[in-house]
């Protein structure tokens, strides 16, 4: 109750005051009508207050978001579904959530006034331009009663969470360099796969059939081995996300992070559709399979927080993909390379793996003089050939490419290669 008094509107006051002067003026001249006038014009605010404190206490909202999970740039919607609990009507609400500034001001919605057990739904949108995670909420509610005499803010402790992924983009099928038959039945199979069962023979468990028992092995390794069931070669495919601090330029949504990030996202959601066994790692130290169920969405969450880190280098980067050698197709999204950084990244080449790597050319996301451009046109040029002298396909990326124009480039075949590292080569004389 002394919470709802403080929460008196200036007209709740006034009253209150009116009510004193009034009583007092009765005292003075002994007049009883005064009297009663002052006592009714008291208990309007008090009963004011005493009805706004109890309503305070019989509330409920809950929040939704549609979607839940919202690429960059789009629009979700935000749905507040508010109920009264009690048998008393409430007075006319003002709703306000709170928000990040990324995805704008506050919104503010008046919600009449609720009936006994009575509920309402109000929705509003946001947007964020800027990929993460934003809190939405708590609600601030502003309880009044009908006559305005008592105002009352009761904060819901609920706090909900929007994902803003990177944009994705659709990609057309070309067939990969790299790519193995999957696992329909009509598919090749073999009992060497790469991965943990590589071994032809295994360890009898409880249960196996004993004619598949393989006395060989048994007694070179002396513990009962049995033979493997045929297995489907799989598709295997690891994406890798450069995220050197000083390898990428440029500053918000256009920056080419931002453009890595998202071209991360389209090829590997591409790639889970298709139907292989993905595993994607960051420079920061993300290493995440998304072989399983949910692996798309592991995948969005995941690029959604990823962020520029400025003790990477490119040999931690190897290192960490070299952990757990998958073979099967490599594709590296890179900023800024040197020749010596390229010559590195021919350490992925191992277990057969065919590497396909997109060489970012940074310097084209900031204005230059024509001087510094065309060093770093060199240098650029250089590093892709390196690259290319390592093994891998380099396709390079300038501002304003699209990844849906690229990808064709990528697949099993493709000549653009082989013209770009010939382009490289005379480049790479001229700088000699």
């Avoid at 090829?267 to 960051?282: M, N, Q, S």
């Amino acid at each position: 109750m002394r919470e709802a008094l403080r929460g008196l509107t200036t007209r709740g006051r006034s009253f209150l005051a009116a009510a004193i002067a009034a009583a007092v003026s009765a005292l003075i001249l002994g007049e009883r009508d005064l009297l009663r006038v002052a006592v009714l014009l008291a208990a309007l605010p008090l009963l004011a207050a005493w009805y706004v404190g109890r309503s305070r206490y019989k509330l409920a909202c809950t929040r939704s978001l549609e979607p839940g999970r919202a690429p960059v740039g789009s629009s979700a919607r935000v749905i507040l579904r508010l109920q009264n609990l009690s048998r008393l009507p409430t007075g006319t609400m003002l709703l306000e959530d709170r928000l990040p500034y990324a995805l704008g001001s506050r919104p503010r919605v008046v919600l009449e006034r609720l009936g006994a057990h009575q509920a309402s739904s109000v929705a509003y949108t946001v947007r964020a331009d800027v990929r993460g995670r934003y809190p939405i909420g708590p609600l601030m509610v502003r309880l009044t009663d009908p006559f305005g005499l008592c105002e009352l803010t009761r904060s819901f402790p609920s706090v909900d969470r929007l994902t803003v992924i990177p944009q994705v983009a659709p990609l057309p099928r070309v067939r990969l360099a790299g790519e193995y038959a999957g696992t329909g039945e009509s598919r090749a199979r073999s009992v060497a796969v790469h991965g943990e069962d590589d071994a032809a023979t295994r360890e009898y468990r409880r249960g196996d059939d004993l004619r598949r028992v393989h006395w060989r092995s048994t007694a070179r390794t002396g513990e009962l081995m049995v033979r493997r069931e045929e297995q489907p070669w799989e598709s295997r495919a690891t994406v890798v996300l450069d995220t050197r601090l000083y390898a990428h330029r440029g500053e918000g949504p256009t920056a080419s992070f931002e453009w890595a990030v998202s071209a991360t996202a389209s090829i590997a959601v591409h790639l889970r559709h298709a139907g292989y066994k993905l595993r994607l790692v960051t420079g920061s130290g993300v290493d995440i399979d998304a072989s399983e169920a949910g692996g798309e969405g592991l995948i969005l969450d995941t690029l959604a927080d990823v962020t520029l880190s400025p003790t990477g280098d490119i040999s931690n980067l190897v290192e960490h993909v070299r952990r757990r050698s998958d073979g099967g197709l490599v594709i590296g999204l890179f900023g800024a390379l040197t020749v010596a950084e390229a010559e590195l990244l021919s350490q992925l080449r191992g277990n057969g793996a065919s590497c396909v790597g997109f060489a970012i050319d940074t310097a084209t996301w900031v204005p230059m003089t024509d001087g510094d451009r065309d060093t770093s046109d060199q240098e650029h040029a250089a590093a892709t050939l390196s690259l290319v002298r390592s093994g891998w396909r380099s396709l390079p990326v300038s501002h304003g490419d699209t990844l849906s124009a690229l990808w064709p480039s990528v697949g099993r075949g493709s000549q653009g290669f082989a013209y770009r590292a010939a382009m490289a080569e005379t480049v790479s004389g001229v700088v000699r």
